[in-house]
């Protein structure tokens, strides 16, 4: 089992930044992709970006590139979201996953994740 936790979600202005946690416990291991995800209300999960635990390779949505950067910090078992240049749709509930299939390939797909942390709540204001 995996248990993941999530902080750092607020309110912020158009434009503004914000820094979302995810904290790993459990049975984790360093194959593991972590991803983040969004739902805003009335719509389906969607994929923001992701990182391989081991090697630290990227993949991100193309709404984010150049305003979001995922990063983690292996002593911590913690991966972060830094969200730059926030606009009003960014406003959904973030959520972490962790993958544990093997590879390279980083999968995008919410299906492709089998542990998820409870959600964190970003609003961004016009």
């Known amino acids: 089992q995996v248990q993941l936790v999530e902080s750092g979600g607020g309110l912020v202005q158009a434009g503004g930044s914000l820094r979302l946690s995810c904290a790993a416990s459990?049975?984790?291991?360093?194959?593991?992709?972590m991803g983040w995800f969004r739902q805003a209300p009335g719509k389906e999960r969607e994929f923001v970006a992701a990182?391989?635990?081991?090697?630290?390779?990227?993949v991100y949505a193309d709404s984010v590139k150049g305003r979001f950067t995922i990063s983690r910090d292996v002593a911590k078992n913690t991966v972060y979201l830094h969200m730059n240049t926030l606009k009003p749709e960014d406003t959904a509930v973030y959520y972490c996953?962790?993958?544990?299939?093997?590879?390279?390939?980083?999968?995008?797909?919410?299906?492709?994740?089998?542990?998820w942390g409870q959600g964190t709540q970003v609003t961004v204001s016009s």
């Open positions: 996953g962790a993958d544990r299939s093997y590879g390279i390939v980083v999968h995008t797909t919410p299906t492709s994740y089998e542990y």
């Open positions: 459990g049975r984790t291991a360093s194959w593991y992709t």
């Open positions: 990182i391989k635990w081991s090697g630290g390779s990227t």
